[in-house]
């Protein structure tokens, strides 16, 4: 279904799936609502006008968070709304801008359940690529996939690919761990940005974290990890594994 929602001077047109809430695939844009429940319809931050078209009738989760007049003049919550044919939507008051989107999970993996996981049962799962970084939070207990985002790898303002990279850190005797700092910040920002808008808390679940599993090719995870990649100059390594280990694990 082709949907189109006005946010200020600006008009999103996109096509939604008709098992897709409006949420969910505003998630995917540069145009996010409120959110902070993770689509349960709980946080009635979502909100967002009607305009015209099909849409599926008011749930049962809006009828308790919302008001008889705000369904009367067409509010909805994004994340219960679903079209079932084309549609004008207005969204007045949307999230902060932000730099991560959600990911299309359909194509992702899916985790089986661990019921020996009895603490610290939020993990997080990260693909450190070269221009992109992509993250998922998992419950580790029930196998269920909090929320995945994807965003551009800061480091890019420092080289397209990897040896400028390392070069630049080799150089850069100021900063020498400036480049990975950026890929860990970012990946903790990615984490809290699906912990405010999926769970609704953040600081209590990120200091109890119990895994975290990170992928990527040998220089950037040597960055990340706070090497300056100088043994993957040397020619007697390139057909060795190289020790991608963190000198301060609690960090």
Known sequence: MAVSVRCGERTLRMTVDRDVSIRQALDTTDIRVRAACGGLGTCGACLI?????????????ERQKLLPEDLANNLRLACQLRARGDGELFLENPAPRSCWRSLD????????????VTANVYGAAIDLGTTHIR??????QSGRRIGSRYSINPQVAHGADVLTRLEAERLATPEKRHIGLQARHAIIDGIRDILSRDLGEITPILNTLGKVTIVGNTAMLALLCGSDGSALYEPENWQHPIACAPDDVDA
């Open 135 to 140: 993250l998922s939070l998992w419950d580790r």
């Open 49 to 61: 006008q009607v305009l015209g078209g099909d849409f599926n009738p008011p749930t049962i989760a």
């Open 105 to 116: 999970t359909a194509q992702l993996c899916r985790a089986t359940a661990n019921p020996e």
